[in-house]
T-cell receptor, first 114, second 110 residues
Framework: NAGVTQTPKFQVLKTGQSMTLQCAQD?????MSWYRQDPGMGLRLIHY???????DQGEVPNGYNVSRSTTEDFPLRLLSAAPSQTSVYFC?????????????FGNGTRLTVT | GNSVTQMEGPVTLSEEAFLTINCTYT??????LFWYVQYPGEGLQLLLK?????DKGSNKGFEATYRKETTSFHLEKGSVQVSDSAVYFC?????????FGTGTSLTVIP
């Protein structure tokens, strides 16, 4: 099994550009989420989804959009990149609430905004 | 609300030393508890989990016991190796969402 696959691994953007970080999982997980990881800040939840067609905001949603048209895919869109969005982004998935299932992480996308 | 408080790092130990990383939590209901490990340049990997009070999770020599009375889930290992150098995250899942501690960096020196 591939698990959670994130692309690209690295990306450099100029301020104001837009882009989409891709995330796909092949475990039929209902729950998917995006985190950003910054030095000294731990993991911060950006957006999450509990199933196809359902998304919700996390702790730091501003500047990011998500959609969930299929169970497998959960792309994260940066609308107009800013230097403050320089970070490492992780996509993660899990079975639904009540399943005591852990979160499975992708290997991350390292984004630099200049 | 739900939150995780983790021991501040960084922690530096000599090889074969005993490791404890403290983790306490605040949660509604009966959460599942997890420890994750992150090696440099990689994503987080599940290290161990416990789903109810008094459960002990274990993996690769690491152990943690779900203590409801003290709301704790401390990570322990009897003899650390250089290869254990990583960042360790405690997490809880009371519902759909997961809540993470800020991570504890461990360096093991030969």
């Amino acid at each position: 099994n591939a698990g959670v696959t994130q692309t690209p691994k690295f990306q450099v953007l100029k301020t104001g550009q837009s882009m989409t970080l891709q995330c796909a999982q092949d475990m039929n997980h209902e729950y998917m989420s995006w985190y950003r990881q910054d030095p000294g800040m731990g993991l911060r939840l950006i957006h999450y989804s509990v199933g196809a067609g359902i998304t919700d905001q996390g702790e730091v949603p501003n500047g990011y959009n998500v959609s969930r048209s299929t169970t497998e895919d959960f792309p994260l869109r940066l609308l107009s990149a800013a230097p403050s969005q320089t970070s490492v982004y992780f996509c993660a998935s899990s079975l639904r609430e009540g399943a005591n299932s852990p979160l499975h992480f992708g290997n991350g996308t390292r984004l630099t905004v200049t | 609300g739900n939150s995780v408080t983790q021991m501040e790092g960084p922690v530096t130990l000599s090889e074969e030393a005993f490791l404890t990383i403290n983790c306490t939590y605040t949660a509604t209901g009966y959460p599942s508890l997890f420890w994750y490990v992150q090696y440099p340049g990689e994503g987080l990997q599940l290290l161990l989990k416990a789903t109810k009070a008094d459960d002990k999770g274990s993996n690769k020599g690491f152990e943690a016991t779900y203590r409801k009375e003290t709301t704790s889930f401390h990570l322990e290992k009897g003899s650390v190796q250089v290869s254990d150098s990583a960042v360790y995250f405690c997490a809880l899942r009371p519902g759909n969402q997961f809540y993470f501690g800020t991570g504890t960096s461990l360096t093991v020196i030969p």
